[in-house]
């Protein structure tokens, strides 16, 4: 199988790179958790974690992706077959993620046609919940809310539509279009509102540092979390994506611009995300501290209300939604590639076959969250995701390689021969000591909060 697929140009990868990393973490996870870590003095452990492990983990992935030329549980077979599971595992978690992904951006599509005539009314919260997710009604996890069908499926049948047009005409070409959309639309909306009434209060509220925080382990902890979960490392996606580089291309390069392009569009978010509600505050006399949320709300009760009271509501409305379904398309493709990939090379089907079995799937999962109790299930599933399903994959993926493989020499050897930036003896530390402190140091104080 030496035709391997292969992106067009250095910049299809780097766009779906980019793609699979901006997503809702930046757009709604980001500000919220800034926030509360400790505002500006939270950039301080960000940085170090993005510097510590966000992108020497990125590294290590498009390496070994580069190197061996498989999905996931391919490529980790290739280093040693004993660690073929580890991608497996991986694999398994973008799995879960996608099905209730594709949900929220099921959502957003809703919302966004909602925009334009304002359809959620003065009481935001009371349609999402009730109106929208039927949560009131009798049945909780009984019945189906018909009205998310449509979008769901439409979600999915472009998802799967671009993965079975394959890496160069699908996957390639729908970033080249989503990405550039997106970054426009989203410097239009947050323009907008930093010159709205009462955004430098909420810049201000955003960015005044709680130096106090830094001395508390769970601050750094969130930061390498979001850091994970954001640059979507250890799911599997950037060793598939990496696996379709040619030969010839810079690896530590294209590493660090898909880092801080990430880290630039979480910014760029947080203030956008904090001048609206600024505004917000300043229309509703209360302090921005208590309209400050994360998360689905924040996008889908919160951001409606700012909307309300917007200049050209349904305009920018319908701009805010459409960001965030452009920003999950483009990671719900490749969270999806990963299964897509890796069931097509283990049992040796087509594509297509893959796409129709794996994303079929999938797509038949994502029904459990379009039910009443659609929202508790996935508040549910999510936390056990982000708490224990993403640090374990982190914490078995560099121990394997650093540790019982010891095999970061030949991947810093091989992405030396390619790469203008070189690796040397504090890319092995940052994998084969800070980060499995870390993400162990994360399970322990996730686990001891769970019990008590
Ligand atoms: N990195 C994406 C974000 O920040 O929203 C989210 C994401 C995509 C997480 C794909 C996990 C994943 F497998
Ligand atoms: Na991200």
Redesign the pocket.
């Known amino acids: 199988m030496e035709n391997r697929s292969q992106w067009g140009t250095r910049l299809g990868f780097l766009l779906a790179a980019m793609g ?8 709604w ?2 500000p919220a958790t800034a926030y509360e870590n400790g505002g500006g003095a939270f950039f301080l452990p960000y940085l170090f974690a993005l510097l510590t492990a966000g992108i020497p983990i990125l590294i290590m992935e498009y390496t070994i992706g580069h190197k061996l030329r498989g999905s996931a549980p391919k490529s980790f077979n290739k280093m040693n077959k004993g660690f073929e599971w580890i991608g497996w595992w991986q694999v398994a ?2 799995f879960v ?2 099905t209730y ?1 594709a949900v929220i951006i099921a959502w957003a599509l809703m919302f966004a046609w909602y925009a334009i005539g304002l359809d959620w009314g003065s009481d935001t919260q009371g349609f999402f919940l009730s109106d929208f997710l039927n949560m009131a009604d009798p049945g909780v996890f009984g019945d189906m809310v018909p009205k998310i069908l449509i979008p769901l499926l439409l979600v999915w049948v472009i998802v799967l539509g671009v993965l079975s047009r394959g890496v160069k005409k699908g996957i390639e070409i729908a970033n080249k279009v989503f990405i550039p959309t997106l970054v426009v639309l989203f410097l239009i909306i947050v323009i907008r509102a930093i010159t709205l009434e009462g955004a430098v209060n909420g810049l201000d509220t955003f960015f005044k540092p709680d130096w106090s925080r830094i001395a508390d382990g769970s601050v750094w902890i969130a930061a390498y979390g979001q850091i994970f ?4 490392i250890a ?3 950037m060793i598939t994506y990496s696996s379709y580089l040619p030969k010839k291309s810079d690896i530590t390069n294209n590493a660090f611009i898909t880092g801080f392009a ?1 880290s630039s569009f979480e910014l760029l978010a947080g203030i956008g995300v904090f001048a609206a509600l600024g505004f917000m505050a300043s229309q509703v006399s209360t302090p921005v501290t208590e309209i400050v949320d994360g998360g689905i709300i924040l996008a889908f009760v919160v951001f409606p209300e700012i909307i309300n009271q917007m200049p050209l509501a349904p305009f920018f409305g319908f701009l805010f939604f459409a960001s965030l379904v452009l ?2 398309l483009s ?2 493709i ?2 999806s590639e ?1 299964y897509v990939a890796s069931v097509s090379e283990k049992f040796n089907i087509s594509r297509t076959a893959a796409v129709v079995f794996g994303g079929g799937l999938a797509a038949l999962i994502s029904l459990a969250y379009a039910t009443q109790g659609g929202l508790v299930l996935l508040d549910t599933v999510d936390h056990f995701i982000m708490s224990y399903g ?1 640090a374990l994959a982190g914490l078995f993926e560099v121990v394997a390689i650093a540790w019982f493989f010891k095999g970061l020499k030949d991947l810093q050897n091989h992405a030396n021969e390619v790469s203008d930036i070189k690796l040397g003896l504090w890319w092995r530390v940052c994998l084969g000591v800070i980060t499995p402190a870390v993400l162990g140091y994360m399970m322990i104080q996730n686990l001891s909060t769970e019990l008590t």
């Open positions: 699979s990393a901006i997503g809702l973490g930046n757009i996870r980001f978690i973008s993620i996608s992904y979960f954001s640059l979507s799911f599997a996606i990430n920003a999950g990671s719900l490749s969270i990963t993403v």
